[in-house]
């Protein structure tokens, strides 16, 4: 957390939205400098956003404030621009005449403003272009002979995508409002977990704390490191060992109690194989629980190039996390009976038939610790009575990376080391390793079988080498599909998920002939686009595709020509 100059307040700033040029302003992202008098003060109310959106007006409901990213403290604003709307969030700060006074803030995300009007001499604005980290915008105003009241804002551009906003300070006299009162001793973490285990590290995940601008983890009562946010790997253990963890809170009034102990063990060393049963190269289709104009199929007749079979979809209940299926009429079967045989008949023969949970119109949602428990008790309840081998998660209306985590640890206690674990977040979910679906897939890594990204419905997005590539490529599929390699899953953790035919999808469709040279590029080098991989990736584990129904309106022409191609990868 940012101190004042002087150290007397505590100072929090702001994330940054869209592009616009504004002649006035300067930009400095080095920090504030010169020295304060005894008087100055924050005038900003609210300006880390802790209480919600007090103090502040967004324009158009565009703004709202988030638990994650943050600069400091466990909240920030998050705003949206749409059509007219520059998603514009302002404040009205008491002001001296004849003063000068410092404008900064945090930002990150999309194209960001911050600026202030109505100062009775010349108003001023900063500005930054889109950024995937923190950066502080600051400036400097004067005010009018007669000026009291003063307007500071942020705003991003139209068109353009969120931006994000923390640790505002207007920096200068005392204007009779005074500022936030100084920080108090923050109270102890909540919601201490394990998260991802490897031989020599064990990874800790844990609720934010209001208040906070950092944590320490202690392990067995010793301090070991700390952490800005709420996640933290210690690494340099032993394997197949317990260690008690514990976490405080801190800020610049001080450190909290500990913890709750939570305990975590490492792996076995050699490393495991989540999903022993799926081959090393395997190709997974969803099954459509639902008749949308696609051939309908019972899953018997599911084509036998697929490995993995993820029947769509769970259906939601009153009960926040909790999931429960129910068989379709429209699918054709005679009873749930019939159904459960095919399941099985499909076991026999050496596929995993698994529960898929979300898709576009999926309402799930797990968000605290009641639903993440209800979740693991429920999905374990289907498999148990159903025989499915695992879940597949394919929330698309956002998913929380901490409660999600603790959902899949708990099923998988349960579940034991056969469970099949698959992903299909959508391309925007995995361009960054802090977004929450690359989070909760690297949180659950040990247990993790595959994330097939859904490279369709999407438009033009950044690969790995900050390039832009449109949809529709094999330099689209290559690409993307680095950043998830690179950016710390295993290739076998990896497949590319497409379309089976143009009525699969509404955009991205790509012949069967572009997914195998894709194939090809990652795992061998060859049949690369522009963009081709600093190293290959033999290991890759394959393709998944919407839908075996929409696969066998099309004449099984994508089943026919990738999964054999999949299958004989190296």
Request: proline share 4%; with cysteine.
């Amino acid at each position: 957390m940012e101190r004042a100059p002087g150290g007397r307040r505590r100072i929090r700033t702001w994330i940054g939205g869209t592009v616009a040029v504004l002649a006035a302003g300067a930009l400095s992202l080095t920090g504030l400098t010169g020295t304060a008098q005894a008087a100055d003060v924050n005038v900003a109310k609210n300006a880390g956003f802790e209480s919600g959106l007090t103090n502040w007006t967004c324009s158009a409901g565009s703004g709202a404030t988030v638990g994650s990213p943050v600069h400091g403290g466990a909240a920030a604003l998050r705003a949206t621009p749409g059509g007219q709307d520059n998603a514009k969030c302002a404040q009205a700060v008491a002001v001296q005449p004849n003063s000068t006074y410092t404008l900064s803030a945090w930002v990150q995300g999309g194209y960001a403003y911050l600026g202030a009007e109505g100062t009775g001499t010349t108003d001023v604005s900063a500005w930054t272009p889109d950024s995937s980290g923190w950066k502080q915008l600051t400036t400097t105003f004067r005010t009018g002979a007669s000026t009291r009241s003063v307007t500071v804002y942020t705003h991003g551009w139209y068109g353009q995508s969120a931006y994000y906003a923390d640790d505002v300070s207007v920096f200068g006299p005392d204007g009779g409002g005074g500022g936030d009162p100084e920080p108090q001793v923050p109270g102890a973490p909540s919601g201490l977990a394990v998260g991802s285990v490897t031989s020599s590290s064990v990874t800790l995940n844990w609720s934010a704390v209001s208040g906070a601008t950092g944590y320490n983890v202690y392990r067995a009562g010793t301090k070991v490191q700390s952490a800005s946010g709420t996640s933290s790997t210690v690494t340099g253990l032993a394997a197949n060992t317990s260690y008690d963890f514990q976490v405080t809170a801190t800020n610049a009034a001080g450190e909290s109690a500990k913890s709750a102990t939570v305990t975590g063990r490492t792996s076995q060393g050699g490393g495991g194989n989540p999903g022993p049963g799926v081959p090393k190269h395997a190709v997974t289709g969803y099954w459509q629980n639902f008749n949308n104009g696609a051939t309908v199929q019972k899953l018997r007749d599911v084509q036998a190039q697929y490995d993995i079979i993820a029947v769509s979809f769970a259906d939601a209940t009153t009960t926040p996390g909790q999931i429960t299926f129910n068989l379709d009429p429209a699918v054709g079967y005679a009873s749930v009976a019939d159904f459960k045989a095919d399941i099985a008949a499909k076991k026999a023969a050496g596929k995993s038939v698994i529960i898929s949970v979300g898709g576009e119109k999926g309402s799930i949602s797990v968000n605290s610790d009641a639903s993440a428990t209800a979740f693991a008790n429920s999905a374990y309840a289907l498999m148990q009575e159903y025989g499915f081998n695992g879940v597949d998660i394919d929330l698309e209306n956002g998913l929380n990376s901490t409660y999600m985590t603790k959902a899949l640890r708990q099923l998988s206690a349960k579940a034991g080391t056969g469970m099949v674990l698959t992903m299909a977040p959508q391309t925007i979910d995995m361009q960054s390793t802090a977004g929450e679906y690359f989070k909760t897939a690297l949180n659950v890594k040990d247990i993790l079988t595959v994330v097939n990204m859904q490279y369709y419905n999407s438009g033009s997005m950044l690969g790995c080498d900050g390039k832009v590539y449109s949809q529709g490529s094999v330099d689209f599929l290559t690409a993307l599909a680095c950043i998830q390699l690179e950016g710390g899953l295993d290739p076998s953790q990896v497949g590319i998920g497409v379309p089976a035919s143009t009525r699969g999808a509404g955009s991205g469709y790509v012949a069967p002939s572009i997914v195998n040279n894709a194939l090809d590029c990652l795992t061998k080098g060859t049949n690369c686009g522009s963009f081709k991989p600093s190293k290959t990736y033999p290991g890759l584990r394959g393709a998944m595709t919407w839908s075996t129904n929409w696969d066998a309106t099309a004449g099984n022409a994508w089943s026919n020509a990738v999964g054999p191609h999949v299958h004989s990868l190296p």
